[in-house]
């Protein structure tokens, strides 16, 4: 099981995409959400599987756990760095990392679990209006 989480390990995607970046907030969190969205699309089925099978297994769940936690100390690396080149305002930023995971995570699991239903929003449309509105709440 643990060589399943391991090989449906997004963390290799997001750092190539977070060793790239442009120090452009919006488009580099509109990369990572796209590169996100892509590749809960391709694995989607194993990740809902993922989801509905938590706490199953403890020692799976902690090991499944350490994905969006690792994820979530490279945004804040990044959050950092911007904030020390000046373009990111003072702010808290494990709670902005987490926001910005669970603004991508929840377009996945609604768009998995109810298709259309909730919004007639494209994918891309979605991500440019509210990585946009993200980014701009960001900004110093």
Partial sequence: MEALVD??????TFEGVLNHVVWDLEKDLFTL????QNFMLKNGDIVMIGLKEAGVIPELD????SI??????GLMRYFQLMREKELLRETELEAQAMSFIWLNLGFFVSRSVYGDRITKL???AFLLHSVSTFARGLKP
């Fill in 7 to 12: 090989q449906y390990s997004y963390l290799s």
């Fill in 122 to 124: 494209d994918t891309d």
């Fill in 62 to 65: 902690e090991k499944a756990a």
């Fill in 68 to 73: 969006p936690r690792d994820f979530k100390q």
């Fill in 33 to 36: 959400s796209k590169a996100y």
